[in-house]
């Protein structure tokens, strides 16, 4: 009973501490916020000239959405033959000691 309170407190302490290192980390980000100068706001104004080059949201979109389809249908034909391969090795397996005896 001793152990199960001791690991209580342990997982505990380890909560409690990582719980102060993100509350420091962000403390910290905030903290150095400075304005952007004229420099860097130029830097981040909108370009006319590269508009054409923007991707579009949707068009974005429907490209993952076929990278996640073939990402499914590369693992699934990958699974299938592995599959195969097992099944076929597991009837030879079957031929040969069926034939031995």
């Known amino acids: 009973m001793a152990f199960l309170l001791n690991k209580t407190t342990i997982l505990s302490y380890c909560r409690t501490q990582t719980q102060k290192a993100g509350d420091s980390l962000s403390l910290s980000r905030r903290g150095f916020h400075i304005e952007p100068g004229a420099r860097e706001k130029a830097l981040l104004a909108e370009d006319p000239a590269l508009k054409r080059f923007k991707s579009h949201k949707r068009s974005v979109w429907r490209l993952k959405r076929v990278g996640d389809v073939l990402t499914?249908?590369?693992?699934?034909?990958?699974?299938?033959?592995?599959y195969v391969k097992a099944v076929m090795r597991e009837e030879a397996r079957k031929q040969t000691s069926g034939s031995a005896q």
């Open 72 to 82: 499914i249908v590369v693992v699934a034909g990958c699974c299938y033959e592995i």
